[in-house]
């Protein structure tokens, strides 16, 4: 209900009953005529005996109104020179109450056990039909923010290349549409409750977005803290975290500001406006660092260990570098190389080539995995273990011709390699293809990565030497034995050990000027070597992020290999998903899991493309790993785009249609066969039967299934149909939440302020505690488990009553009613008599004092991780995991006591 208000109608109507006055008064428009008399009286007009009426009615209706056990009280205040008596609304679960669609007419006559019990079934099974919907809105999200261009640039021989990036910047993802995704159901909630409540504050709204940041900052983030066991996980991106932590506390201490300070109780426009501007702001603020961190990483320092040791290993033409060419951007190097060549000057300062590669390989690496990755992945796999961070490799594929005038290529046989650090050394193999007629010569030479020769392997460099129609050549490099603690240790750090062996130059013995089939290219001109160690069970990733192939080569060969360590037996499951291609029609479906035995690095999976000899354009479809088993972890590459190259030969006016009409006949096939699916997929049984555990839970939620399937695909318009759709029937989901939750803290005895932060904060951030400790247990570092909660925390104050009650304070300025005057007069007549002409009431008492102590004990909170930071090199996990979960149960236990307390009356 909203609180204490007069009712005014059915007040009137028994107090002339009572007095025999006549017969009740029931039209609305006899009402506004009594109160508008009503109204005179206060500016001066004498007392009449309908005062009395109001008094006596007032009575007979709280009597009539209220059950013996459980009485509406009613108070007697003065309000400019006339007496009103002010009763409380009957609540939700009481006679008379209403919500928004529930309960029902006699609702109210059963009893209290009962109604508890009904309650909290309904609710729960709201829980989980919300949390699936929040998925299927993630997943649209995921769509919409995983849109891709492509950019060109050129590799270490000079040649052009093309890679795809994503086109939303993560971080402004995270904290638009993925925070907007992950707190749905608290934002709508708390604007449904604004417009359903007549435009009246409420308690539910308010309560559910600060129980939920409690209980997301110091229940999810000590569950997950508590999950990693004795490994330490600490934050990499300190700068946006810092920004982020700031704003979690500080979007708290802004509510107390607003609500006890210019305007106590009241929420003007300007005051919701300027909290809806604190979130683009934040946007603003953490894209800024985002940026800033991303280019500062693309500038290599003077003193930096690589350019040193480049320099060193590799020196062909005895000429020192610029003064500020090792602080050159790389796209300054990247301009320099082509503005040479465009010059005729063929760059031959092999340092400026690795240079580039070395800026290429650290700019256009993956964003980690979004928060609706992590949502989805907890959903489907019941908290398995899952991946964490991607990176996206510049090379290309084996099997893809770009320059067709080359007389032959080199490359590496493999773009990767994974060798112990007690194998004594690792066999590099070199490729030739194409015309093999002549002789040939290549140049080559180790660099190192986080492996440095001397102490992990011994420098290597040299010529090879093609006779005519030799194929294939091989690089011996020694490895050196190191200290297995040691490199315990490090992979623990989370530092990879590896260094890269590069080929330099190819020419061909005897070549012609001008004869471009006597000419030779490098393709795929570096590989990374991966040393590890048997102590470990190391992690699992996938050679190469991006791989091309021409249709008419009917497969592509995926590698997935283990690094950081080889112990045990381990295993990981793969799978293709579609992209622009689609399986069955451009490719064929490859599932199943990779085992490998202990000691063993790497396994080949064959992917089986479909030639079909019609015209379509290049398309795309993924190789994902995922679900490690046996101890091991995922590397950086847990996602591949393998690229269908097509090559059929048609006509160009074909080929020019096709590029406007942009036509896609697979597409339009997969939308129909994909919303099939999903029928089929809600109505497939489980194995075990209908009489099993199992099957009575799939016959719980096949409403929730079958309501699932009807909504579109994410395929359609890009994921934006499906985010309405779902973010609609959130919204109708989230009402009905509302509606239960008011209903069984009703019949409980709790006030929908401790209902809301207790019982609605905790069912709706049930799914997120699922992601964060997934995230938590895969990712490389603690941003995603606590970034995201400070970022999304801070969000749900932007969003959630940023814009609830920008509503409230639009609809009451200069709206005024009486009905209005009399209801705020019985909570807080000042209110009145300061904005005579309407304003939007929200009653400080217990939401600032609540999140007074949110702010405080988030502050705690958040000093405590940093101690632990400093103490154990990590703000999650480590040795006092249990102590810091202890800590974090105790703040959120602090929360709730004193906040119950305060909205129970107690103090």
Known sequence: GRGRRWRGREVWRFGWFFLGGGQIMSTAENDRQVLARRYHLRQGSSYDTRIVHVFVGAIVGVICFSRAANAVSGTNITFEGETIFCVDEPRICEKGGSGTFAPTDNEYT????????????????????????????????EDITAGEKILHTVDLSGRPVQFSVRVWNPTVANLTLMALGSSAPEIILSILEVIFNDFYSGDLGP??????????????IGICSYSLGTEVKRIDSMEVFIVTAIFAVGAYVWLIVILEGPSPNVIEIWEAVLTLALFPLLVVIAYYLDVKRTRESNKIAPQSKQVTIISADITHNNKSPAPNSARMSMQEKIQDLRAQEDAGMPNTDEEDKVVVARLLEGKHTKPPPSRAYYRRLAKQTRLKRHAAKDRMSISVGRGVREFENVGSEVEFESMAYVCSYDAGFIDVTVLREGNLDKPCTVSYGTHDGVATAGQDYETTKGVLSFEKDEKSKTIRIPILQVDESEKV??????????????????ELAGEAVGDTTNLVALRNSMCTIHLVTRSISGNLELQCGNFKVLESQSFVDMKIIRTGGLKGKVSIDYTTRDGTAIVTKDYHRTAGTAVFEDGESEQTIRVSIIDDDVYENDEVFYFVISNPAGGAGIGRVYEATITIVNDDVMSSKLDALKSVLRINEDRVNQVATKWIEQFEEALERPDDGLLS??????????????????????????????????????GLVTALIGDYAALLGCTIGLSDYVTAITIVALGTSLPDTFASVLAAKTDRHADAAIINVTGSNSVNVFLGLGVAWLIGAIYWEGNATDAWRIAIACKDPSVVKSYPNGAFFVKAGSISFSVAVYAVCATASLVYMNLNRRLFGGELGGPKRIIFLVIQIMFWGIYITLSSLKSEGVF
């Not at 209290?112 to 299927?136: C, E, H, N, Q």
């Not at 623990?492 to 050990?497: F, R, V």
Request: glycine share 8%; hydrophobic share 60%; charged share 5%.
């Open 110 to 141: 059963w009893s209290k056990g009962s109604r508890g019990i009904l309650y909290t079934l309904i609710l729960s099974y709201m829980f989980a039909g919300v949390a699936l919907l929040a998925d299927a809105f993630m997943n649209s999200i």
């Open 489 to 506: 240790l490090t992979t623990i750090d989370e530092l990879d050990d590896t260094f890269t062996v590069q080929l330099i130059h190819a």
């Open 207 to 220: 309560g559910t977005i600060v129980g939920s940041a409690a209980f997301n900052l110091f229940i999810i």
């Open 693 to 730: 555990i199992a099957g009575f839970l799939w016959m719980l939620m096949l409403p929730w299934s079958l309501l699932l399937a009807f909504l579109p695909p994410p395929t359609i318009g890009g994921g934006w149909l499906l985010f309405v759709v779902s973010l609609s029937c959130t």
